[in-house]
């Protein structure tokens, strides 16, 4: 169509040639919106699957059991997509490039966002990562946070999510903490009840929002977690 595709000055963490979830072909129609919920075995909440994955949104046309599949079982690896239709050619900066040598290459492998978008300083904050995938993101925040920070990330693909809680701890000795600063909910980002209100200092979401069947929903519970001048980064189609 003859367009540049342009991004804000803090939009650093683009696949750039190497593919795009934002791509579409997902599949066909969507369901209902399960909840998450606390898995006291493994240290972390969990989706209560409610039997509505079958189910159909006449409003949206999306299909989220189909969308779940497509990137817990179809992608298996960043070069499987198929397109690069929300990248730029811009180069990563070095002090992104430094952090992603500390993300695990089992993470790194399947990465299907289109632009990290998030302050740099964020020192001792909380963070939400909203579809963090294995938690490429989830792990560079990690570091920006620092050991006093903490970085949340909920994603609905549990092939996706145990690969970032299979690498917590990882992470945690590669960054020189003596204890993870992360914690991976499986999840949809419709129902973030596992947060608890005004607890969260910046929500980010990578290539995801584009996927929900209910973005006011979305919103009012970005909302909910955030303080007061809490701040929602987002990069998207």
């Known amino acids: 169509l003859g ?3 342009r991004t804000a000055g803090h939009c650093f963490g683009c696949t750039a040639s190497a593919g795009s ?6 599949a066909a129609p969507g369901p209902g919106l399960g909840k998450v ?5 493994r240290g972390a909440p969990v989706a209560e699957k409610d039997n509505k994955d ?3 949104s006449p409003d949206t046309g999306m299909d989220l059991a189909a969308i779940r599949r497509y990137y817990g079982e179809v992608l298996q690896k960043s070069t499987d997509l198929k397109t690069d239709a929300c990248c730029t050619v811009a180069d990563t900066p070095l002090w992104l490039r430094q952090a992603l040598n500390n993300v695990h290459t089992e993470v790194l492998d399947r990465y299907y966002g289109c632009g990290l978008v998030a302050p740099e300083a ?6 939400v990562d909203l579809g963090c995938g294995t938690g490429r993101d989830v792990y560079v925040l990690a570091q ?6 903490r970085v949340i990330g909920v994603d609905m693909t549990p092939e996706q ?21 992360t914690e991976i909910l499986e999840g949809f980002i419709e ?18 929002l584009n996927l929900s069947p209910d973005k006011p929903r979305v919103f009012r519970e970005v909302h909910r977690i955030l303080k007061p001048g809490g701040e929602f980064y987002f990069s998207d189609v």
Do not use: F, M
Request: a neutral charge; glycine letters at 8%.
């Open 3 to 5: 367009r540049d595709i």
């Open 122 to 127: 964020v020192e001792d904050c909380t963070v």
């Open 54 to 56: 079958k189910a159909t």
């Open 21 to 26: 979830s934002c791509t579409g072909s997902l």
């Open 191 to 208: 129902d973030l009840s596992a947060i608890t209100d005004a607890s969260v200092d910046i929500v980010i979401s990578n290539c995801v």
């Open 144 to 149: 920006l946070v620092g050991e006093g920070g």
């Open 37 to 41: 919920k606390a898995d006291t075995s």
């Open 161 to 181: 999510v145990a690969i970032a809680r299979k690498h917590r701890q990882w992470h945690a000795h590669r960054h020189g903490y003596a204890r993870p600063n």
